[in-house]
């Protein structure tokens, strides 16, 4: 489903979008647009509360680290990744899809 358009998400910004009635994270970093789960497995922080660096997402409850191209646990206080979404970019629109293997 469309999400948001390009031009809403300037490079190195993260905001988040209503998927499938859960909150999602959807970042630009340099051009790229990930999706995410917008909730840090810890303490459910949301995660578009936090602070982007490169491809670093820090929780801004207890800082833990997520790579946001793959929602990898990179430090902090979580077991677990965050569960991240398909992303496709058509003309202007970014479309998010559940990835089909989460
Ligand atoms: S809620 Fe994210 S590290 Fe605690």
Not at 3 to 17: C, D, F, H, N, Q
Not at 55 to 61: A, N, Q, R, S
Request: glycine share 6%.
């Amino acid at each position: 489903m469309p999400v948001i358009t390009t031009s809403e998400l300037s490079p190195g910004a993260m905001k988040w979008r209503v998927v499938d009635r859960e909150r999602v994270l959807i970042a630009n970093v340099e051009g790229v647009f990930y999706a995410l789960r917008d909730a840090c497995g810890h303490r459910q922080a949301l995660l578009s509360k936090g602070t982007l660096e490169g491809y670093v997402i820090e929780c801004p409850l207890h800082f833990a680290t997520f790579d946001v191209r793959t929602g990898k646990l990179l430090s902090g206080p979580v077991a677990d990744d965050v569960p991240t979404y398909s992303v496709q970019v058509k003309d202007d629109t970014v479309y998010v899809k559940r990835a089909p293997s989460r």
